[in-house]
């Protein structure tokens, strides 16, 4: 049973950092593509960030320059360093998995980021 676990949401002021981690597991041939969404009630979601198996990052243009996403994959683990943070990243952030070969994707119970102003 694939199951996705995350950890280190909070809240912080404007400006500020955390890290989010997520930790895989259930998958005897690892992930494939792992990423993280983000999603504020009442508004559209946002895939905040994903990376394949063999490192390649992509970034939706309103983090930029501020996240970074990185994975080890010996541990199954994704993690999302957020710098620079903003009010408007404020949101539930749900880590991503998907198995070697599949399109439809595993998901984390989500992790709240509140960032105050």
């Known amino acids: 049973q694939v199951q996705l676990v995350e950890s280190g949401g909070g809240s912080v002021q404007a400006g500020g950092s955390l890290r989010l981690s997520c930790v895989a597991s259930?998958?005897?041939?690892?992930?494939?593509?792992m990423g993280w969404y983000r999603q504020v009630p009442g508004k559209q979601g946002d895939l905040v960030a994903t990376?394949?198996?063999?490192?390649?990052?992509t970034y939706v243009d309103s983090v930029k320059g501020r996240f970074t996403i990185s994975r080890d994959n010996a541990k199954n683990m994704v993690a999302l360093q957020m710098n620079s943070l903003k009010p408007e990243d404020t949101a539930v952030y749900y880590c991503?998995?998907?198995?070697?070969?599949?399109?439809?994707?595993?998901w984390g119970q989500g992790t709240q980021v509140t960032v105050s102003s």
């Open positions: 259930g998958s005897a041939n690892g992930f494939a593509t």
């Open positions: 991503n998995a998907r198995l070697p070969g599949w399109v439809t994707p595993y």
């Open positions: 990376i394949t198996l063999y490192g390649v990052a």
